[in-house]
């Protein structure tokens, strides 16, 4: 099994999106419990919501072009596999999900 690292990506921010909520992201809330029920054991870490992000590279620190909006962390046989664990996540409604599968880097 291997772990992959995923990220919500979103043209919102997090503050936008909790914003666009009619009921402050309780019907959201409901609809990721749902998803994180459904996924079970592969779900190794169901993650947070994350802002005030910033990009620093050769020309500094500045805001950086891609929004990432959360992340997680899942477990599955392969990249096929653990993108099919996100097929109907409720994320997809507002945005990306991007799955990066880890390497590991321990002797042996």
Do not use: C
């Not at 936008?16 to 079970?40: C, I, P, V």
């Amino acid at each position: 099994m291997s772990k992959f690292l995923v990220l919500y990506t979103s043209d919102a921010s997090l503050e936008e999106q909790m914003q666009q909520s009619s009921d402050g992201g309780a019907t959201e809330m409901q609809e990721w419990m749902a998803w994180g029920e459904k996924t079970g054991s592969a779900l190794l870490d169901f993650g947070a919501p994350v802002h005030n992000a910033r990009h620093v590279g050769s020309a500094g620190v500045q805001a950086p072009g891609a929004k990432v909006t959360g992340y997680s962390f899942v477990e599955a046989a392969d990249a096929d596999a653990a993108a099919a664990l996100f097929a109907d996540h409720p994320h997809l409604q507002i945005g990306d999900i991007e799955i990066l599968e880890t390497v590991n880097m321990s002797p042996g």
